[in-house]
């Protein structure tokens, strides 16, 4: 799994990359269920389409802002209902039988520790990986 911090002066992002060893149909499935969600939403949230709240019943909460079928995910993020606003980006494709699974997330607003948000996400695709 690869993570990188990225700092302009504007925007703050981190990235993780991470390549799953089954093929991509399986983990766009795994994705659409309530606890392939989970990982990234916290528990209770689930994806829906372009303009769909979540919820998570741990704090968590955004609305899906792009939803492209085993392509990418773009969802708004916030810690907790109040917190600053973030845009998570979750692209994925399929390369030689596997799936390689990009997330970028984009911090507009401070309050948040880039290496905390790095862990979170490096620990949400790997239990995607798991569930997929």
Do not use: N
């Not at 689930?46 to 741990?58: A, E």
């Not at 899906?64 to 708004?76: G, K, W, Y």
């Not at 970028?104 to 790095?118: A, C, V």
């Amino acid at each position: 799994m690869d993570a990188v911090m990225e700092e302009t002066a504007e925007i703050k992002s981190v990235k993780v990359t991470r390549r799953v060893a089954k093929p991509l149909e399986k983990v766009w499935a795994a994705l659409m269920q309530p606890e392939g969600a989970e990982p990234l939403l916290g528990k209770g949230g689930q994806l829906g389409q372009k303009g769909d709240d979540w919820v998570s019943t741990d704090g968590p909460c955004g609305v899906t802002r792009t939803f492209h079928p085993m392509e990418q995910i773009r969802f708004s993020w916030h810690a907790e209902d109040g917190a600053p606003r973030t845009l998570v980006d979750l692209k994925m494709k399929a390369v030689d039988g596997e799936t390689e699974l990009d997330l970028t997330q984009e911090l507009f607003e401070g309050g948040y520790s880039p290496d905390q948000l790095t862990e979170r996400w490096e620990t949400a695709l790997q239990q995607l990986d798991e569930q997929a």
